[in-house]
T-cell receptor, first 114, second 111 residues
């Protein structure tokens, strides 16, 4: 079946612009996670959704970052007034159920802020 | 912080078994050992996980020591496509926890 998909695959934007990144989880997966991976760095957790609610937003680096999930499916990560340090690969993962279940990752969106 | 320690890099000849070690000496009784890998420019790929028994699937085998303080991921017949960064992750089974990635082991499979 289809895996996790993300769009766009690449995004180049200018400093100060807003961007939206989209994640389509595996059908039926109730839990959804956003991570990011900066050049040469490890993956860091951003936010977790259970259904449409986000019980853990502890990884969001600033109030310029927000995310929502609608219909228990698609999620959008929004970065306002982008900065050069926001340049990274943004990865989405989903799991069938939240508790300790295996997470499956999408291919990521590579964001470059000029 | 990651609760695991892995070698920074390893080489393996194509066709041979790749044995990737991981130390997790502070693992708790309710924590699984997960392995993921990340091939260049792709998202992480799930490989295998286990609690205390050895596990095998179509991709790999996972050997966990009896005291659970270390484990080894075995790729039985490594190919060039197995070149990737391999992450060993300890994760609780009871919470809605994100994965905490360390720096992993960069495995290079050499022809």
């Amino acid at each position: 079946g289809a895996g996790v998909s993300q769009s766009p695959s690449n995004k180049v934007t200018e400093k100060g612009k807003d961007v939206e990144l989209r994640c389509d989880p595996i059908s039926g997966h109730t839990a959804l996670y956003w991570y990011r991976q900066s050049l040469g760095q490890g993956l860091e957790f951003l936010i977790y959704f259970q259904g449409n609610s986000a019980p853990d937003k502890s990884g969001l680096p600033s109030d310029r970052f927000s995310a929502e999930r609608t219909g228990g499916s698609v999620s959008t990560l929004t970065i306002q007034r982008t900065q050069q340090e926001d340049s990274a690969v943004y990865l989405c993962a989903s799991s069938l159920v939240p508790r300790g279940d295996t997470q499956y990752f999408g291919p990521g969106t590579r964001l470059t802020v000029l | 912080d990651a609760k695991t320690t892995q070698p920074t890099s390893m080489d393996c000849a194509e066709g041979r078994a790749a044995n990737l070690p991981c130390n997790h000496s502070t693992i708790s009784g309710n924590e699984y050992v997960y392995w993921y890998r990340q091939i260049h420019s792709q998202g992480p790929q799930y490989i295998i996980h286990g609690l205390k028994n050895n596990e095998t699937n179509e991709m790999a085998s996972l050997i966990i020591t009896e005291d659970r303080k270390s484990s080894t991921l075995i790729l039985p017949h490594a190919t060039l496509r197995d070149t990737a960064v391999y992450y060993c992750i300890v994760r609780t089974i009871s919470g809605n926890t994100p994965l905490v990635f360390g720096k992993g082991t960069r495995l290079s499979v050499i022809a």
